[in-house]
């Protein structure tokens, strides 16, 4: 069964680090464009950053950009988020998600992990 299993969130300060983690299961992750994405308590799901299955192509959301970067190593099917300069607005589950295409939009992603709580201590 594939799956997608997130790691890596915790409780930071604000204007610390954390870098967030996605394991994807099955031999074909290479061929994955794969996404983050938050929600916050009352809030929508937001598109965090999304990078290509080959990883020469990336987005990121207008509130993150500068300040995360999304990296993937597919030998080890894992797609990695690094988050610096954490603001207290940052506090959401982040979730991973899967999608055939390079996408900002929940509705273009299939699958989707369990979340980690990210938490920024203003």
């Known amino acids: 069964q594939v799956q997608l299993v997130e790691s890596g969130g915790g409780l930071v300060q604000a204007g610390g680090s954390l870098r967030l983690s996605c394991a994807r299961s099955?031999?074909?992750?290479?061929?994955?464009?794969m996404g983050w994405f938050r929600q916050a308590p009352g809030k929508e799901r937001e598109f965090v950053a999304g990078i290509s299955w080959s990883g020469s192509r990336t987005l990121y959301g207008d509130s993150v950009k500068g300040r995360f970067t999304i990296s993937r190593d597919n030998a080890k099917n894992t797609v990695y988020l690094q988050m610096n300069s954490l603001k207290h607005e940052d506090t959401a589950v982040y979730y991973c998600?899967?999608?055939?295409?390079?996408?900002?939009?929940?509705?273009?992603?299939?699958?989707w992990g369990q979340g980690t709580q990210v938490t920024v201590s203003s």
């Open positions: 998600a899967s999608s055939s295409i390079l996408a900002t939009a929940t509705r273009s992603y299939d699958m």
């Open positions: 099955g031999r074909t992750f290479s061929t994955y464009t």
